[in-house]
């Protein structure tokens, strides 16, 4: 009996322990994520801004109005 308790305390302490692995893995994914996308927007309107002088005034201010 008791070691079949430990065996279950154990596989917990081994359960939570993933969990909170996990659980920092999963934020480190969003924060890249959220980082790509901040930065693939920046390029992006960094591109736009570069292809042509005609149109540098409505593409600016249609990316950086607030």
Do not use: Y
């Amino acid at each position: 009996m008791t070691q079949k308790t430990n065996t279950i305390l154990q596989t917990e302490a081994t359960e939570t322990v993933m969990s909170a692995s996990t659980m920092s893995q999963d934020l480190k994914s969003a924060v890249l994520i959220v980082s790509v996308v901040v930065n693939l927007f920046i390029f992006t309107a960094w591109i736009a801004l570069q292809v042509t002088t005609q149109f540098d005034t409505q593409i600016a201010s249609l990316l950086f109005t607030r």
